[in-house]
């Protein structure tokens, strides 16, 4: 396969249904997914959409004689689609910029597909295209004025988010320290309605005790708080290290 100048070409024609549902997604939706889109106007075509948040990983590779795109590279591995071999020369990059994302990897002939973009396939080519950007929320005219009205927008979009998951995942168990964003959190869902407990953590390491602070909170939302005790001695270290 042959990689074409993200933009260019018809398949990301913006009146393609193909394209209006994308644009739509990313206008109605959040959450973690990656998304595949069969393109009912050209047979043959799909289109892959890595949600903006990144949650779930999307690594590919193309090549003449095929490619995979996966969101765990041991999946392609143990399929026999791939042999694992280090790209040496990304590893000075890896090691003085670790947070700085290109789609490039440490892995030879694999590709990451960056959070908010699209990969398209369609008779042996592909395109990528960011689909999502954040710029587009910080635009002169969608900035806020004021920061009371800011304030109010970020408390309204955590209220609809925790108000939609809430109900879904009833009984809640919050895991309550007291400080500023578990107690946001509690808030939230003393207005849903939903079955909510605590739960508070105690460690051994000075200042961790953090009972006062999430009692206050628990008790001032009627909700149950339970307090455990984590000892070091009893923190497990053999656990399997994941393949990927």
Known sequence: ??????GLGPAFGKNSSTSRMIDSILDQYWGEYL???PDVERPGCITILRDPSGAVPCVYSTGPSGGFITSD?????QAGLYRKNVAWEEIPYYLAYPHIRTGRTALKDVHELLPGSEIRFQHGELEIK????PWKWVAPENR???????????????????GAFAPVDEPILLELS??????????????TGVHSTCQTLVTPVPGA????????VAR???FEIYADDLSVDHAAFDFQVPVH
């Open 209 to 216: 005790d953090e009972r006062l602070y999430a009692g206050l």
């Open 35 to 37: 998304l595949l889109l």
């Open 220 to 222: 001032h939302f009627g």
């Open 144 to 162: 806020h004025r004021a920061a009371c009205d800011a304030a109010a927008d970020v408390g309204e979009s955590i209220r609809r988010v925790i």
């Open 178 to 191: 007291g400080g500023l964003d578990s107690s946001i959190i509690a808030a939230c869902l003393s207005e």
């Open 1 to 6: 396969s042959r990689s074409r100048t993200p």
């Open 73 to 77: 590279i041991s999946l392609a591995v």
């Open 130 to 133: 960011q689909a999502w950007s």
